[in-house]
């Protein structure tokens, strides 16, 4: 089984370039983050013509979580995080696809940090938490996908010392997300690549792509079922070289059934 995260950065403005790689790679399940789009205008029937179902949590012009399945049934389990009745941003949903339960997440960004974006981040992260901690108290495979806006470590990042102060990578954030991940859950690129430069993030401006000078912050967190079913993972680099194209790579993993 193929599954794949990928943040869109847009669904509708880069539907062709989804619609593409969709056919050209075909995984079973895709998470995707950024939609920037409301309910009512998430391109339902063209990612149905592509052969795949869809939930979707979506928001006018920012944000927006969507899971598709192809030929496996998907079911919503959830939409949103406890812990903050006020908010209304649209960056979590679950749903039990097959077998496994897959939560799609589009983390804040946090900048500027220090501020009030960042705490906002700090207390997401806190809530995004003890769902986690909830889900693995269940007995069935999880897997938490998505855009987590955190470099977990220097290798994680083409220039380190540059993103010290930044909300993607500072120490709060990173403790948060390691945090997390020592629940119990297993991060899937470094499971099978510990010491493999690999980015998910390069940005627009001063030829990011072409210079290697990326971010890993696209990330699969595997539960304890899950750790000795995956066989492969990887990023399809050449994606970000696509005219038009997201500022993100599309990240998969293949699990053995």
Known sequence: MKIATYNVNGVNGRLPVLLRWLEATAPDIVCLQELKSPNEKFPVKAINDAGYNALWHGQKQWNGVAILSRNIEINEVGRGLAGDEEDEQSRYIEALVGDILIACIYLPNGNPAPGPK????????????????????????????????????????????????????????????????????????????PNAKIYTFYDYFRNAYQRDAGLRIDHFLLSPHLRDNLVAAGVDREVRGWEKTSDHIPVWINLTE
């Open 118 to 193: 960042f705490d906002y981040k700090l207390k997401w992260f806190e809530r995004l938490q003890d769902r986690a901690a909830e889900l693995l108290a269940l007995d069935t495979p999880v897997i938490l996908a998505g855009d987590f806006n955190v470099m977990p470590t220097e290798l994680d990042v083409y220039k380190p010392e540059r993103w010290e102060k930044d909300a993607l990578f500072r120490p709060e954030v990173r403790n948060a997300f390691k945090k997390l991940v020592d629940q119990g859950w297993t991060d899937a690129i470094r499971k099978l690549y």
